[in-house]
């Protein structure tokens, strides 16, 4: 490691693009460092940002040597990309800066690579953020090597709102796809369908039925109600580049009425956003076989709106069998549960009662290796994965996936120490990275004669008095969240043991 030349960051300040990505890094660096990294021309900065197009696509490239560094993307969000791999790679810490000597060149393997985070009561923690602090979120994905963010309509299976939400959800919404846009994300909108066809005819694909009965006047004005609050929502949004529409969970459309469905929010969707795409899933909690047998015939039609197919929880079928249903053409994304322990898509096995009945099934639990496994075990059949959340009890969970999707090689040991890097620490980047691996052994085995439990808790608090010990800006070391959520969970695990 070699002290950093200078505190200044050099960019071709009429490239917008490249201005962008340098402007984040320099805000990120002073809030590690505690002293300003001005923006200064090309050429005369410590470290440089530059957007080179004949890089391969999407890739990035940081070259450090000598207490300077070099960064190039290939477009702006992968500026932004190579400028959190300086983050995850130097030693920071208040009033310094040190570079190692390192050359790297690197392209993600799959497109999407991201998860929803969704404002609505039903989550753990974004119903209670204000605008900075979401803004913050979707910045740390896209450093970590995020390419999309899923978003939520106002109108899910949830309450509206909840007392602790700051502002309206239409207005959060418009504010975190413009957070999210102007970084250089793909945006999508998880969109369900939470109406049912009583009318005994076929769900219109535009316009509306004849209204013979009062089933048929009730369909049309469902459907009246719905239009309207999608045309107010896409009318708002200054970019959507994705919808995913679920086949349920919720939605109980049966499959020849889902696809119309999709097909009028189609309608809707292009008079505001035309390169928009739409996307279904065959996720349904009532159906049987029936259901996924006529949903693959009617995506063997290839309706002009269709983009590709979810994979996502609570499908009957596999991936592969997905894979094989559908036609070549159609690219399938992964959405997979990442936030949930049990009753999910990926539960721990052999849970002992006390945690199922204490920790509950949404709690702080990274699952390194496990993640990994699931997400390297389907990856032959999809172009990346967006996955569900419901907070940031999965907040490790999320990087995990990013990189998995960025390259299936690489070891989750080395995903925690970034992450321990970039969020808490460089210098106790190994240790951190130990012990959030070790949060996956809490749950093997009895609860009673688990040792890693109290070792897990006596490390943390360990570490967390040489944290304390240590400067650290506001936000980082013990003052970080992304460490005391561990530690917190760890005392809880301790005292439940205990008992």
């Keep these: 490691m070699t002290s950093v030349q200078s505190f200044t960051i050099g960019v071709d300040l009429q490239n917008q693009d490249a201005r962008l990505a340098a402007q984040i890094l320099s805000e990120e660096l002073e809030k590690r460092v505690g002293?300003?990294?001005?923006?200064?021309?090309?050429?005369?900065?410590?470290?440089?940002?530059?957007?080179?197009?004949?890089?391969?696509?999407?890739?990035?490239?940081?070259?450090?040597?000598?207490g300077k560094a070099r960064i190039r993307g290939f477009h702006k969000l992968a500026a932004i990309h190579g400028a959190g791999r300086l983050l995850?790679?130097?030693?920071?810490?208040?009033?310094?800066?040190?570079?190692?000597?390192?050359?790297?060149?690197?392209?993600?393997?799959?497109?999407?690579?991201?998860?929803?985070?969704?404002?609505?009561?039903?989550?753990?923690?974004?119903?209670?953020?204000?605008?900075?602090?979401?803004a913050q979120y979707i910045r740390d994905q896209a450093l970590f090597g995020a390419s999309a963010i899923e978003f939520l309509p106002p109108n899910t299976d949830d309450a509206p709102e909840n007392e602790i939400m700051k502002y309206p959800i239409k207005e959060m919404l418009a504010h975190t796809v413009s957070v999210a846009h102007e970084l250089g994300l793909a945006v999508w909108l998880w969109y369900p369908n939470l109406y049912e066809n009583h009318s005994g005819q076929p769900l219109p694909a535009s316009?509306?039925?004849?209204?013979?009965?009062?089933?048929?006047?009730?369909?049309?004005?469902?459907?009246?109600?719905?239009?309207?609050?999608?045309?107010?929502?896409?009318?708002?949004?200054?970019?959507?580049?994705?919808?995913?529409i679920p086949g349920g969970d919720p939605g109980k459309l049966e499959a020849e009425d889902l696809?119309?469905?999709?097909?009028?929010?189609?309608?809707?969707?292009?008079?505001?956003?035309?390169?928009?795409?739409?996307?279904?899933?065959?996720?349904?909690?009532?159906?049987?076989?029936?259901?996924?047998?006529?949903?693959?015939?009617?995506?063997?039609?290839?309706?002009?709106?269709?983009?590709?197919?979810?994979?996502?929880?609570?499908?009957?079928?596999?991936?592969?069998?997905?894979?094989?249903?559908t036609p070549a053409e159609l690219p399938i994304r992964s959405y997979p549960d990442i936030c949930h322990m049990l009753c999910c898509q990926f539960p721990v096995h052999r849970m002992d009662p006390i945690w199922a009945i204490t920790a509950g099934r949404e709690c702080y639990n990274p699952r390194p290796r496990w993640h990994k496994r699931m997400h390297n075990v389907t990856a032959q059949y999809h172009v990346g994965c967006v996955a569900y959340s419901e907070g940031i009890a999965d907040d490790v969970a999320k990087f995990i996936w990013i990189d998995q999707d960025w390259d299936p090689n690489t070891p989750?040991?080395?995903?925690?120490?970034?992450?321990?890097?970039?969020?808490?620490?460089?210098?106790?980047?190994?240790?951190?990275?130990?012990?959030?691996?070790?949060?996956?052994?809490v749950y093997e085995g009895p609860v009673v004669t688990n040792q890693v439990v109290s070792s897990l808790y006596e490390s943390l608090v360990s570490l967390q008095k040489k944290l304390e010990s240590e400067a650290f800006m506001p936000g980082f070391g013990a003052d970080s969240y992304r460490f005391g959520m561990p530690l917190l969970m760890s005392a809880f695990y301790v005292y439940i043991q205990r008992r």
Aim: include cysteine; proline fraction near 6%.
């Design 412 to 441: 989750v040991i080395k995903t925690l120490r970034d992450f321990a890097s970039m969020f808490i620490s460089p210098k106790h980047r190994d240790e951190l990275a130990t012990l959030l691996s070790l949060f996956e052994d």
């Design 35 to 66: 002293a300003p990294f001005p923006l200064v021309s090309l050429g005369e900065g410590a470290i440089t940002v530059e957007i080179d197009h004949a890089l391969p696509k999407h890739a990035y490239a940081l070259h450090c040597e000598n």
């Design 207 to 244: 316009g509306f039925l004849p209204e013979t009965d009062e089933k048929a006047k009730e369909l049309n004005e469902i459907l009246r109600i719905e239009d309207a609050q999608r045309h107010a929502v896409l009318s708002s949004l200054v970019c959507v580049d994705h919808i995913m």
């Design 88 to 134: 995850k790679e130097a030693f920071w810490q208040k009033g310094g800066l040190c570079l190692p000597e390192l050359s790297v060149e690197t392209a993600p393997v799959k497109e999407f690579r991201g998860s929803q985070i969704g404002y609505r009561a039903k989550t753990n923690a974004y119903d209670a953020w204000d605008k900075p602090t979401y």
């Design 259 to 325: 696809f119309a469905a999709c097909q009028r929010m189609a309608n809707i969707l292009h008079t505001y956003h035309p390169h928009a795409k739409v996307w279904v899933s065959p996720q349904v909690m009532r159906h049987g076989q029936d259901f996924t047998e006529a949903f693959y015939l009617q995506v063997a039609k290839k309706p002009a709106w269709l983009a590709g197919i979810c994979h996502a929880p609570w499908c009957n079928h596999t991936m592969s069998a997905c894979r094989e249903k």
